[in-house]
């Protein structure tokens, strides 16, 4: 196996004759977290689906773990752990049974202690006992979590694991990806949140309208938009118009004495800058790169406004 936990070439889904993903490709890297982007009815669960083997693609190419999905699905499903979008929870059994069930299903040995284990871990030791239709919305997220990684999944897709939690819950759901990761393990994760991606992914793709408009690390998308910047704020209002002057195309802030100058961030652009300024004798008291947030790159690369991401 290389170094891949997911490669998808050519990756195509359609119901009936709406196309809801059309020619993806992308390779996760194992022991890294991935994060596919995009608003409500984007095709990130059917991208799941797919990968898991809940649905079949209609063409492409598709290895998970080292597995071909078409050709070798229940050694994908082996390997993998998933949490859907919708709790898998059954609210009539109590937190431990929950987990018990995953353990009856043959997805743990020493089934008691791993129990024990996960309640402790997920900070559910408590309501161990109580029926699950009594947990918040946070308790049963925590709950379907630890239900997949009863097996010890080394590749695990969490399809929108925040959406609707408390931002307290939503914290801990963070800590705990990111404790898994620094276990080795590998995340596909989806949300419509953008700076849930900017916090937790190694490399992110946002989908729309079945592509990928674009890939790579929360950095690499942000240089990719306009909007990033230079400030630079000066001591002197006479500073402020000289290097005004030499820098056409900036904007000025003369409360703050300050000059936004448009650039990528990259330092040949810092430098060329640090450059003109020495010439011209002129020194800045603070100098910042403003890249802007993944609000800005998801409006930028697909034209919708946030409010489509908002549920
Ligand atoms: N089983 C299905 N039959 C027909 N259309 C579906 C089915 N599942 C999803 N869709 C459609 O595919 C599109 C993508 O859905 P989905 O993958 O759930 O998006 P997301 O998870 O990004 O919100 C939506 O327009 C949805 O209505
Ligand atoms: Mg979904």
Redesign the pocket.
């Known amino acids: 196996m290389t170094n891949s936990a997911i490669t998808t070439s050519g990756l195509r889904k359609a ?2 004759d ?1 196309v ?1 993903l059309d020619g993806i490709d992308l390779d996760v890297r194992a022991g890294t977290v991935f994060a596919l982007l ?12 797919v990968l898991t083997t809940l ?1 079949k693609a209609d063409g492409g190419t598709i290895r998970v773990a080292g597995h071909d999905v078409a050709t070798e699905a229940n050694a994908v499903r082996a390997a993998i752990g998933v949490t859907g ?1 919708f709790a898998a929870v059954d609210e009539l059994l109590t937190g431990r049974e929950n987990l018990q069930l995953m353990v009856d299903l043959g997805r743990a040995k020493n089934g008691r202690e791993t129990v024990a284990r996960l309640l402790e871990r997920f900070d559910l030791a408590e309501a161990a006992d109580k029926s699950a239709s009594t947990y918040s919305g946070g308790m049963r997220r925590k709950l379907d979590l630890a239900m997949t990684l009863i097996g010890n999944p080394r590749l695990i897709f969490l ?2 694991p925040t959406t609707g939690l408390d931002p307290r819950s939503r914290r801990t759901m963070w800590s705990m990806i990111r404790e898994l990761v620094a276990g080795g393990v590998t995340i596909f994760l ?1 949300t ?1 949140y953008l700076d849930e991606a900017d916090q937790l992914a190694d490399r992110i793709a946002v ?1 729309d309208h079945g592509r990928l408009v674009a890939q790579g690390t929360p950095d690499e998308l942000k240089r990719q938009i306009p909007g990033t910047h230079i400030r630079l704020r000066f001591g002197t209002a006479a500073e402020l118009d000289a290097a005004a002057r030499i820098f056409p195309g900036s904007t000025r802030d003369d409360e703050a004495l300050a000059l936004r100058i448009p650039g990528d961030g990259g330092t040949a652009s810092l430098r060329a800058l640090l450059d003109r300024l020495d010439e011209h004798a002129l020194g800045a008291e603070e100098f910042s790169v403003h890249t802007p947030d993944l609000d800005d790159v998801f409006l930028a690369l697909t034209g919708h406004t946030t409010e489509v991401l908002a549920k």
Do not use: I, R, S
Not at 38 to 49: D, E, F, I, R, S
């Open positions: 119901f009936q709406k809801v995009g608003p409500n009815g984007a095709g990130k669960t059917t991208m799941v689906n649905l979008q399809d929108e989806t419509q989908l």
